[in-house]
């Protein structure tokens, strides 16, 4: 039986889709719920704590302002389920906001945030490219000195190995193509800023990144929707899969991806018998 197919692209879809087939079926179209994870939930509050520092007035966006920024972010991700779903202990708290307070630290090493003159931040967009509604949260994106559209990412993970460094890219050419549709301006840079080294990593959108871009996502969504009509997601097994939430359900670790499904259904059974 044909599956439903997304609604949807977005960046981390894709990514996810061209990492597992089989990991995107089970977090696009089963909408298996997945677990909080401690590194998931620091890039939030970091985010977040970034986000209020450029609420301020540029002279105003000093590290101790930024620190604050972190106590105020997370007196709301303590009541919130990302957090209090991790159920960590006082001492694993404290790492928890050390590990916290040491990226946006090292955020400082990177640039000046006084210098900065943003457009907007976790700036949302949506463009259609055929009709295929395309989606993307931009951590930040700013005008320089010469009135030029520069877009940031944010990254609080480890640093891609070289060679992983042009996938990891994709994200960005993406966000590049959203501006682009949505404001009418291609930007001259896009970044990602790596917090754990602290690194950052440049590129410049041209007509053929764009054109890339474009053709990557049509032939992603091709490949979506002929996996939909076939119901046929097949894992991909890497190194990622110490980290996948949905080992359990996969073949390539004794898992049957059916149980997946009973298992999103049965949760919704439950949730549907509460609310009434
Ligand atoms: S465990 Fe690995 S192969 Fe299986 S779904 Fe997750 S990422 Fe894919």
Redesign the pocket.
């Known amino acids: 039986m044909a599956l439903e197919l997304p609604t949807s692209l977005s960046p981390s879809k894709v990514s996810t889709f061209t990492?597992?087939a089989?990991?995107f079926r089970?977090s696009a179209i089963d909408r298996l719920p997945e677990p909080p994870s401690v590194p998931a939930t620091r890039g939030t509050l970091v985010h977040a704590a970034l986000e209020r520092l450029f609420g301020l007035e540029p002279a105003e966006r000093t590290l101790p302002a930024a620190l604050t920024s972190i106590d105020d972010a997370f007196e709301v991700l303590r009541e919130h389920p990302e957090y209090t779903g991790l159920a960590l202990d006082d001492a694993a708290e404290a790492e928890f906001l050390d590990q916290s307070e040491q990226l946006v630290r090292r955020y400082f090493e990177l640039e000046d945030p006084t210098t900065i003159t943003p457009v907007g931040v976790e700036l949302r967009l949506e463009v259609e490219l055929d009709g295929l509604l395309l989606r993307g949260i931009i951590d930040r994106l700013e005008e320089d000195e010469h009135g030029e559209l520069i877009v940031t990412d944010y990254k609080t993970g480890r640093v891609p190995a070289a060679q992983h460094e042009q996938a990891r890219l994709g994200g960005v050419h993406f966000y590049a193509y959203l501006c682009e549709q949505h404001f009418g301006r291609r930007p001259a840079r896009v970044q990602l800023l790596y917090l754990s080294e602290p690194i950052a990593i440049h590129t410049t959108p041209t007509d053929q990144s764009i054109r890339g871009l474009e053709r990557k996502v049509r032939a992603i969504w091709s490949a979506i929707e002929l996996a939909c009509d076939r119901d046929d997601f097949r894992?991909?097994?890497?190194r990622?899969?110490d980290w996948?939430a949905?080992?359990s359900f996969?073949p390539?670790?004794g898992g049957d991806p059916d149980a997946a499904r009973a298992a999103v259904r049965d949760e919704t059974a439950v949730s549907l018998t509460s609310a009434g």
Not at 235 to 238: G, T, V
């Open positions: 990492d597992c089989l990991a089970f894992p991909k097994p890497s990622l899969c996948c949905f080992q996969c390539a670790f």
